[in-house]
């Protein structure tokens, strides 16, 4: 079972090399899902004696004020009975330290190159004893809890450390080792407060009670020991720290081991839990249940690692892979991504993707509006009618019909269709840019070419500015053409009309009677009326034909021709891609590194035997 601590140990590294400290994230920490042992105390608790007397050596810095200032996580190896004692740290993985004094110093100036010497960073130091005086454990050394920032610091540094150790002790997988002084009043203990507030229940806590032997005399702490004044499922220890004059001596750990279990066996108050007291016993029984924590947690760690790795695929794959270098490639790889591009456009004008449907509204309800809208009550007014007609004759009278003042009301009529026709081109135009851009942007393989999604969009803009000016001409052209050649039928039949009317003989002058001007201005606003219901159907035609079709059928074309003839110089320029999605796949694939590498450590351990 050892292997299974050395399993999320080396996990553990891995995450810190590939930037996972835990936090938030989309995916999930890896470093917050595996078990870990939090140590939790308020300042001058005992809490890096406690630490110091598990190792066995004098590693940590000491001093006034907040001295911790950085996540230390401790991974302690055990190593063959005889061996040398060594440390070694994760940002300096070649460098040996054998000497514990230098890890202090290693710590301190570790500490200061990302926190300054004030501040703090939540960026955790990893530090590994190899030694055959340890058990095989991990512990994740916190700042100490503090009330006061002392001179020189931000008054937030102590809202910021409670901040960093709840973040700490509030993940489901982590294993609190809170740490309190037995000569203070436990219901005052910083430790034990943030302890219950995370786990009310005390499922995941064990309780270290420090400086038992500082105890006033004739008190003792067998209520905090035995679970009476606060009750941890996971049970006290009861820890003797080195004095501060066995510090100042270097008094040998080992010996100060010893001397904490004899004060345990020959303590009148203590001795029948001497058994289950001592920082010697605290290693081994923290050891002991961090491997069977881990023991359980295994498969769902698994599960996620699967889950994650599926995901961080799916992502990367939908970003891409780096682009090939060689001229060849890139062309092909610009070409695949127009015809993606020019897939989704299609997509969005045949009905697959919303947009289409508003082209449509153009024909059926803006154009049949704007005809509706014209001014044909007010241009063929009575009023109207007589001066146009009169006009048309000039000097002479016409004998039979006023022909020319049929002509130029008519003409005068059809050329109000004009707008129309224009406003729908202009309109059909507007809806095709804005597929253009839609398109570019649900485009998901374009999205990390930003350079390439520009000359995309003005090369497709360009295109539909030519299709729009030659469905204008064509569309303008239906117009001209009704007014170049009027229907003959009609004028046949308007003779005809007037002998039903009653009055074919009539003089000139009667003809310009009102009663026939009216018929006049009607049969001129049939006439229309006849034009009118062509163009609602033909308009729409020659946009379609002009416009939409040519979009979907040739908008790129000219494009292609230009990237054919670019250099490799110019296509790299074109798959120039977005710095933020170069950071994004960047982290991704780092990411999926560390799953992976998590995935085949955990293969490798025989944790189910």
């Given at each position: 079972m050892d292997g299974l601590i050395g399993l999320v140990n080396r996990i553990q590294r891995a995450c810190t090399v590939l930037g996972d400290n835990g936090g938030e994230?989309?995916?999930?920490?890896?470093?917050?899902?595996?078990?870990?042992?939090?140590?939790?105390?308020?300042?001058?608790?005992?809490?890096?004696?406690?630490?110091?007397?598990?190792?066995?050596?004098?590693?940590?810095?000491?001093?006034?004020?907040?001295?911790?200032?950085r996540p230390l996580v401790l991974q302690l190896q055990k190593t063959d009975e005889g061996s040398k004692e060594w440390a070694e740290f994760l940002h300096a993985p070649r460098k040996r330290f054998e000497d514990f004094a230098l890890v202090r110093k290693e710590i301190s100036d570790e500490t200061d190159?990302?926190?300054?010497?004030?501040?703090?960073?939540?960026?955790?130091?990893?530090?590994?004893?190899?030694?055959?005086n340890v058990v095989n454990l991990t512990l994740v050394d916190l700042p100490g809890l503090t009330k006061v920032a002392v001179e020189g610091q931000q008054e937030s540094i102590v809202q910021d450390i409670e901040n960093m150790v709840r973040s700490y002790v509030e993940k489901p997988n982590s294993i609190i080792l809170a740490v309190s002084p037995a000569n203070q009043d436990i219901a005052t203990s910083d430790a034990i407060k943030v302890a219950r507030e995370v786990d009310p229940n005390g499922e995941r806590t064990f309780g270290v009670a420090t400086k038992l032997d500082l105890m006033d005399k004739g008190t003792n702490a067998l209520d905090v020991l035995e679970g009476r004044t606060y009750r941890l499922q996971l049970g006290w220890v009861g820890v003797v720290n080195r004095s501060q004059q066995d510090i100042n001596k270097n008094t040998d750990m080992l010996a100060a081991r010893r001397r904490e279990r004899e004060y345990f066996q020959n303590s009148s108050e203590y001795s029948h839990l001497a058994s289950r007291m001592g920082s010697e016993y605290l290693g081994k029984l923290l050891s002991k249940h961090l491997e069977q924590v881990i023991k359980a947690r295994i498969p769902s760690i698994l599960a996620m690692i699967n889950k994650n790795i599926d995901d961080l695929e799916n992502e990367l794959n939908l970003l891409g892979r780096p682009i090939a270098l060689d001229s060849g490639a890139q062309l092909y790889t610009v070409l695949e991504l127009c015809r993606a591009f020019d897939h989704v456009f299609k997509e969005h004008l045949d009905g697959g993707r919303p947009g289409g449907e508003r082209i449509y509204g153009v024909?059926?309800?803006?154009?049949?509006?704007?005809?509706?809208?014209?001014?044909?009550?007010?241009?063929?007014?009575?009023?109207?009618?007589?001066?146009?007609?009169?006009?048309?004759?000039?000097?002479?009278?016409?004998?039979?019909?006023?022909?020319?003042?049929y002509r130029r009301l008519i003409e005068s009529s059809l050329a109000y269709f004009k707008g129309p026709a224009e406003a729908v081109v202009d309109a059909v135009h507007f809806i095709?840019?804005?597929?253009?851009?839609?398109?570019?942007?649900?485009?998901?393989?374009?999205?990390?070419?930003?350079?390439?999604?520009?000359?995309?969009?003005?090369?497709?803009?360009?295109?539909?500015?030519?299709?729009?000016?030659?469905?204008?001409?064509?569309?303008?052209?239906?117009?001209?053409?009704?007014?170049?050649?009027?229907?003959?039928?009609?004028?046949?039949?308007?003779?005809?009309?007037?002998?039903?009317?009653?009055?074919?003989?009539?003089?000139?002058?009667?003809?310009?009677?009102?009663?026939?001007?009216?018929?006049?201005?009607?049969?001129?606003?049939?006439?229309v009326?006849?034009?009118?219901?062509?163009?609602?159907?033909?308009?729409?035609k020659a946009v379609v034909h002009c416009q939409v079709r040519e979009a979907k059928r040739a908008l790129l074309d000219h494009f292609y021709v230009l990237v054919g003839a670019k250099e490799q110089k110019q296509l790299s320029q074109m798959l120039d891609e977005?710095?933020?999605?170069?950071?994004?796949?960047?982290?991704?694939?780092?990411?999926?590194?560390?799953?992976?590498t998590a995935r085949n450590e955990i293969d490798a351990v025989a944790w189910a035997k």
């Open positions: 994230n989309a995916l999930g920490s890896l470093w917050d899902a595996l078990p870990s042992v939090v140590v939790v105390g308020g300042q001058s608790s005992g809490k890096s004696s406690v630490l110091e007397s598990v190792v066995g050596k004098d590693f940590l810095p000491r001093g006034s004020g907040i001295v911790t200032r190159r990302i926190g300054g010497r004030k501040g703090i960073s939540n960026i955790p130091i990893h530090l590994t004893v190899y030694s055959p024909f059926d309800n803006q154009l049949p509006a704007a005809l509706k809208r014209l001014p044909f009550d007010k241009h063929l007014s009575m009023q109207n009618v007589r001066k146009v007609v009169s006009e048309a004759d000039g000097y002479q009278p016409h004998l039979i019909a006023p022909e020319q003042g095709l840019r804005d597929l253009v851009r839609k398109a570019i942007s649900e485009t998901q393989e374009l999205k990390r070419f930003p350079t390439l999604q520009g000359e995309l969009a003005a090369a497709a803009i360009e295109a539909l500015e030519k299709f729009r000016d030659e469905s204008k001409k064509t569309s303008l052209r239906l117009v001209e053409m009704e007014s170049s050649y009027l229907t003959v039928d009609f004028f046949r039949k308007l003779p005809q009309e007037m002998e039903k009317g009653g009055n074919p003989g009539s003089s000139s002058h009667d003809r310009y009677t009102d009663g026939h001007l009216r018929r006049i201005g009607s049969n001129v606003a049939s006439y009326g006849m034009v009118c219901d062509l163009l609602r159907n033909s308009i729409p977005d710095p933020a999605l170069m950071e994004r796949r960047n982290q991704l694939a780092k990411r999926l590194e560390l799953y992976k």
